[in-house]
């Protein structure tokens, strides 16, 4: 880095308390140009497709993660020992979720 003499940019902040004064600080210069300009808030548009797509997430939030009614019916199959498993269709969507 290259660095110059001479004085500082005109819009830096060690330029401008420059001009206020030199026994003025930093804070009390910022202070001063606050008071001086009008108070500004951060705001947040949000729009109409990121509103849908929030109401749907929490739509799915809300199904719960386990169907407790097809865990009964098959809990009941297994108690009455109707339930069946077919092992080579077990097998076969084992293999799938491993490809």
Do not use: H
């Not at 500004?40 to 169907?67: L, N």
């Not at 199959?77 to 076969?92: F, Q, R, T």
Request: aromatic content about 2%; proline content about 4%; cysteine-free.
């Amino acid at each position: 880095m290259k660095v110059n003499g001479g004085k500082p940019p005109e819009n830096s902040d060690v330029a401008r308390l420059q001009k206020a004064g030199k026994n003025e600080t930093l804070d009390q210069a910022g202070a001063a140009e606050a008071a001086g300009r009008a108070k500004v808030s951060d705001t947040v548009d949000v729009s109409g497709k990121a509103r849908e797509i929030a109401d749907i997430m929490g739509a799915v939030k809300s199904i719960p993660d386990v169907r407790t009614e097809k865990v009964a019916e098959i809990k009941g199959l297994v108690e009455s020992g109707k339930y069946a498993a077919d092992p080579v269709k077990i097998a076969g969507r084992m293999i799938d979720e491993l490809i």
